[in-house]
């Protein structure tokens, strides 16, 4: 039998495994929407150097594509919840070697691509979808 478990144990295993799922679901995410951007975003460039295509807006523009800012903005936000989920989790379960802390400071440099890439995207995607409702 055995014996009961804290309620601090139980809160601290609940949450860890949360942020496993998190960051576990901020992944998939991020690399299904980030490939599908990518391959936009190359698409889009060659579109714009070719001149062959002329759509209704132009290409990778901030203000005009809708596809691009909208894209951006999720993948800026799963890379955001994949690395804060990443850092609180390396941070419940403590820093203990080298591999940690770089592992730390990569999720740091990742949560700040994710952030500036939210700051120059979400504006205008919410601008664009306020618009479509």
Do not use: C, N
Not at 31 to 50: A, D, E, N, P, R
Not at 51 to 72: M, N
Not at 73 to 80: D, H, R, S
Not at 87 to 111: Q, T
Request: charged content about 15%; hydrophobic content about 55%; overall charge negative.
């Amino acid at each position: 039998m055995e014996p009961p478990r804290s309620r601090v144990v139980e809160i601290a295993t609940l949450l860890e495994r949360y942020l496993a799922l998190s960051v576990y679901i901020g992944v998939r995410g991020m690399i299904f929407f980030g490939s599908w951007f990518i391959l936009y975003t190359i698409i889009g460039l060659f579109v714009k150097m070719s001149g062959w295509f002329d759509p209704p807006y132009p290409p990778l523009s901030l203000e005009s594509d809708p596809f691009f800012v909208i894209g951006g903005a999720i993948v800026g936000l799963f890379v955001v919840q994949s690395a804060g989920s990443f850092l609180l989790y390396h941070f419940l379960v403590g820093v203990e070697d080298e591999k940690s802390e770089f592992a730390v400071l990569m999720g740091f440099i990742s949560l700040g691509f994710g952030g500036a890439l939210l700051r120059v995207t979400l504006p205008p995607a919410l601008r664009m979808v306020s618009s479509i409702v």
